[in-house]
């Protein structure tokens, strides 16, 4: 096996991804220890008896191993039993990620940090950082402005059209800007397309000049929401603009050889979420600071599980 593989996936599009040595070797015990012989154009992986292993097996061996139901990872979406097993905790692997981003030393841009998904992870940052979270951290967004964290520390934000200036190093880049629903539903339709492809090429056009070595875009559930008939006008509009930023920021990787971690968000909550009307969660919260009944409202019946933004 090289260093790279290639894979088709929907709509017959190509990606290219590194193999790591750690999974070369993995592959290798793998083939050693399994009894069905190796052919071009046959699945590589079987189950018990000897069928192509499918993909369910795999998100349940996972979802097993992290002691939540599979469809908690696959869709934001768990069984209404579900209750966590406190030994899979976030504590679990939060001090071993605290501790990576300590000794890892790259510098890390946040992109709409003034959004409360930035606003978030900056409070993470923070607290995983300690002093050396002023010298790391670059907040980027609309404006400039001076933002106040849960721990009074204070971040200064500058407009994301100063992010090529940063001068170049090693950088990760967390990229959360972008226009939301919301904006969809009440902006012109090609104000609201070109603001956020605007964002979009702003923060393509830094990431060679600054260093970046890697970047996690923030994507939307929208995105698989585009052809779907039953989605509203706002939805697929903001689903495309997702997936095409998946797209943009997936051919950088790929022709620059960088790493870029694109998530689809389904289901999160954390401090400074907002927006009642927009998010479910927000409007159950409001609901209970008000002193009122929750009211939960929805066209179909459905259980939701919310993931904290710390894990």
Not at 173 to 189: P, Y
Request: glycine residues 8%; hydrophobic residues 45%; proline residues 6%.
């Amino acid at each position: 096996m090289g260093d790279r593989l290639t894979i088709t996936g929907k709509r017959q599009k190509q990606r290219v991804i590194a193999i790591l040595p750690a999974v070369r070797e993995a592959i290798a015990t793998y083939l050693d220890a399994c009894p069905y012989p190796v052919e071009r154009d046959k699945a590589l992986f079987r189950t018990v008896k000897g069928a192509a292993l499918y993909p369910s097996a795999v998100q349940k061996a996972v979802a097993d191993a992290r002691g939540m139901p599979f469809l908690f990872l696959t869709h934001g979406y768990a069984d209404p039993d579900y209750r966590p097993d406190p030994a899979m905790s976030y504590d679990c692997f939060g001090k071993l990620a605290r501790a990576t981003l300590v000794e890892d030393g790259r510098r890390i841009v946040i992109t709409g940090a003034g959004g409360w998904i930035g606003l978030a992870t900056l409070d993470l940052l923070a607290a995983a950082l300690g002093d050396r979270f002023e010298k790391r951290v670059r907040a980027f967004g609309s404006s400039t402005r001076t933002m106040r964290l849960a721990d009074g520390t204070q971040v200064l934000q500058r407009p994301l059209s100063d992010m090529a200036w940063l001068p170049g190093e090693p950088t990760i880049v967390l990229h959360t800007a972008f226009l939301t629903k919301d904006r969809a539903e009440v902006m012109d339709e090609a104000a609201y397309i070109a603001a956020n492809r605007a964002i979009s090429e702003a923060v393509l056009k830094a990431l060679g000049p600054i260093g970046a070595e890697a970047i996690f875009v923030a994507s939307s559930g929208a995105a698989a929401k585009v052809d779907d008939p039953k989605a509203g006008a706002a939805m697929r509009l903001y689903g495309a603009l997702k997936r095409e930023d998946e797209e943009r920021f997936a051919a950088w990787a790929d022709e620059t050889g960088k790493r870029a971690v694109i998530a689809r968000i389904y289901a999160l909550t954390g401090p400074y979420i907002n927006k009642p009307g927009a998010y479910a969660i927000a409007s159950f919260l409001a609901d209970a600071m008000a002193g009122r009944p929750v009211e939960v409202r929805a066209p179909k019946k459905g259980v939701r599980a919310y993931v904290p933004i710390r894990e």
